[in-house]
């Protein structure tokens, strides 16, 4: 794996747009319409900018799978990243973007108060999926945390997630409820 440069924002967007296209979280918060899609995109590509220059965005040798890491504790508000955030609020609407900051701030109570290795996405090009790749990734991500000496934070509501952590030694540290319960995860 490497960290991903801006020339490589497109596949990280696709893969993760792919992934997480069926995403009950996502699907929950984003107008289901002819352009959900779009709007996904628009919140990966969002993330990209962000969690390169406050975390890490890595990718897979392969471009198959990446990805998304946040430091919430040196994550400022600058000029711009307010500007990106309004631009996103026209693109998603008041209504999803309102749904969205509430379960990140119930996300954000949730998090240890050490400073973080948030793994915000992990995603895989379906076809790939099942085939080892993202274990191979979080592996990597594991190595990386240990060495930043940050516990990596994560949140899943998918039984076979939960499962698939636990063997890396995840442990379930709160359930949130946005209308299906959430876990949050460390390590």
């Known amino acids: 794996m490497y960290i991903a440069a801006p020339s490589d924002k497109a ?3 696709d893969i993760l747009t792919q992934a997480f296209d069926d995403n009950k979280s996502f699907n929950t918060v984003l107008k289901q319409d002819h352009k959900r899609e779009f709007r996904l995109r628009k919140v990966f590509e969002y993330q990209f900018d962000i969690c390169s220059k406050y975390g890490r ?3 897979s040798d392969d471009k198959k799978s990446c990805a998304v890491i946040l430091f919430p504790d040196i994550q400022k508000s600058t000029l ?3 500007i ?3 631009k996103l609020l026209f693109i998603l609407g008041i ?3 309102k749904k969205g900051f509430n379960r990140e701030a119930k996300i954000k109570k949730a998090h240890p108060s050490a400073n973080i290795y ?4 992990i995603g895989v090009y379906p076809e790939y999926q099942g085939k080892g790749m993202g274990s191979a990734l979080l592996k990597n991500l594991i190595e990386d945390s240990k060495q930043m000496n940050r516990p990596i934070c994560l949140e899943t509501y998918l ?3 939960i499962a698939l952590y636990k063997k890396f030694d995840f442990s379930i540290y709160d359930e949130l409820d946005f209308g299906f319960p959430v876990f949050c995860m460390k390590r």
């Open 57 to 59: 965005v890595y990718l």
């Open 84 to 86: 990106s955030s309004i």
């Open 11 to 13: 596949v990280v967007v």
């Open 159 to 161: 039984d076979k997630n």
């Open 95 to 97: 209504k999803s973007v």
């Open 118 to 121: 948030y793994l915000l996405f």
């Open 80 to 82: 711009a990243e307010i």
